[in-house]
């Protein structure tokens, strides 16, 4: 199980052992990369009030635009993406991994540098090791099969062809964002630690299922 502060806990001689699965430079690389995401929430907002934006609806958005800087850098504090670039998508990133070439659409330049970004991080999360991946980024591992096969040089097209799909991790989830975007509010330590700990619990759902769909497609069943 991992806790909010990103710890994996496991049972030794009959109790709980943590360990570290990040440390305090990979944390603060996931928040400032999902600081940079809430301001690009708060950019589309603001040319579009009212719009859902990246899978959100408009008043998750709001609730997001409404957030001083304090506030985002708060919210931004979980041990996970707040965003996703199809992460669970196996033939989308094999596709990336193993094409030399791939077409990408032209983008805003903001949201074309937080893609490179976006994507710079995810390389090195995925090169430390598939757990990392799979708790930051939500990665199945055949997709993390594929980031491993990326090499550092297709950054800069990963970014680009990534960039049209990327969205709101949870956008559609009821309570994760409310409670996100109130997360500073009062009670701030209760709070916060709440809504990581919905994060988790949501990541490990989206692993059962994605680890049901891969025995589903195994050969031998």
Same mark, same amino acid.
């Given at each position: 199980m991992v806790d909010s502060f990103g710890r994996i806990h496991d049972v030794a001689d009959g109790g709980?052992?943590?360990?570290?699965?990040?440390d305090a430079r990979a944390l603060e690389s996931i928040r400032e990369t999902n600081?940079?995401?809430?301001a690009l929430v708060a950019e589309r907002h603001a040319a579009r009030p009212g719009s859902g934006v990246f899978g959100l609806t408009g008043a998750a958005a709001g609730g997001v635009a409404a957030l001083d800087a304090a506030g985002r850098r708060a919210a931004a504090s979980c041990p996970y993406t707040l965003f996703n670039l199809r992460f669970e998508d196996t033939a989308f990133? &094999?596709?990336?991994a193993r094409?030399?070439?791939l077409a990408g659409s032209a983008s805003l330049a903001n949201e074309a540098t937080f893609a490179r970004t976006a994507v710079f991080l995810a390389w090195h999360l995925a090169q430390a090791s598939e757990l990392t991946a799979r708790v930051v980024l939500g990665m199945t591992p055949t997709v993390h099969q594929a980031w491993r096969r990326l090499p550092l040089s297709a950054i800069d097209r990963a970014a680009t062809v990534s960039l049209p799909h990327?969205?709101?991790r949870w956008g559609d989830h009821?309570?994760?964002w409310p409670k996100?975007?109130?997360?500073? &509010?009062?009670a701030p330590r209760a709070r916060g630690a709440s809504v990581r700990l919905l994060g988790l619990q949501l990541l490990a759902a989206d692993g059962i299922r994605a680890d049901g769909a891969w025995d589903d497609a195994r050969p031998d069943n």
């Open positions: 709980y052992r943590a360990q570290a699965v990040l600081v940079g995401f809430l990133w &094999a596709g990336v094409e030399g070439r990327l969205a709101a009821p309570l994760f996100l975007v109130e997360s500073p &509010a009062a």
